[in-house]
């Protein structure tokens, strides 16, 4: 039996009624990531790449 995720929303995520949200939860060794309009949908990675991720974007270092 798998337990289950506890999803926390992003604290960038917009206003209003709080349904255009990410939302990350953690499970095992791994990061799972939704939208809040699709949450049957979740994209997998590993906490480190997350965090190079972000910190890429953080810095600006993405090409247009």
Do not use: N, Y
């Amino acid at each position: 039996m798998s337990t289950p995720l506890t999803w926390q929303k992003s604290s960038f995520s917009g206003g209003g009624s709080g349904e255009d949200c990410v939302e990350l939860a953690t499970a095992d060794t791994a990061i799972r990531l939704r939208e809040s309009e699709h949450p049957t949908a979740f994209l997998t990675t590993a906490p480190a790449t997350l965090r190079a991720l972000l910190s890429t974007l953080k810095a600006g270092r993405l090409a247009p």
